[in-house]
C-alpha cells in the first residue's frame, strides 16, 4: 500500500494549510489514517489520527486548531491546519494500517511533506 502526502509549503504564522494523503494499492480495508510529524534530531510524533472512521485524536499542542478527515470513497485523509505557529514547522508524514486480505495486516507511511511557518 503506497500512500502519497501533498499540501506542505510556506505559510505566516496564523495561517492554514491543507494537508492530504492518498492511499493506493490493493488492499481491503484501512481501520487507522493519521497524520505524524518530525522535526530534525527530535521523535516523531502522533499529530492527529482516525480510527475506524468514528474516532479522533489530537495532540494537545493542535487541539482546536487542526483537524483530520478522511473520504473513505476516495481512500484519502486529510489535516486541515489553522492558525498555525513556528512551532508546527516540521515534515508531516501520513500513516495507514488495515488489511490487505483478512490475513494480512500492513502498516504505511507517506514520504512526508515540509510545512515551514514563519513568524
Known amino acids: 500500500v503506497q500512500l502519497q502526502a501533498s499540501g506542505g509549503g510556506l505559510v505566516q504564522a496564523g495561517g492554514s494549510l491543507r494537508l492530504s494523503c492518498a492511499a493506493s494499492?490493493?488492499?481491503?480495508?484501512?481501520?487507522?489514517m493519521g497524520w505524524y510529524r518530525q522535526v530534525p534530531g527530535e521523535e516523531r510524533e502522533l499529530v492527529a489520527d482516525?480510527?475506524?472512521?468514528?474516532?479522533?485524536n489530537y495532540a494537545d499542542s493542535v487541539k482546536g486548531r487542526f483537524t483530520i478527515s478522511r473520504d473513505n470513497a476516495k481512500n484519502m485523509v486529510y489535516l486541515q491546519m489553522s492558525s498555525l505557529k513556528p512551532e508546527d514547522t516540521a515534515h508531516y508524514y501520513c500513516?495507514?494500517?488495515?488489511?490487505?486480505?483478512?490475513?494480512?495486516?500492513?502498516?504505511?507511511w507517506g514520504q512526508g511533506t515540509l510545512v515551514t511557518v514563519s513568524s
Open positions: 500513516h495507514a494500517a488495515g488489511r490487505i486480505t483478512r490475513w494480512a495486516p500492513f502498516t504505511s
Open positions: 494499492g490493493s488492499f481491503i480495508s484501512i481501520n487507522h
Open positions: 482516525i480510527i475506524n472512521d468514528s474516532s479522533t
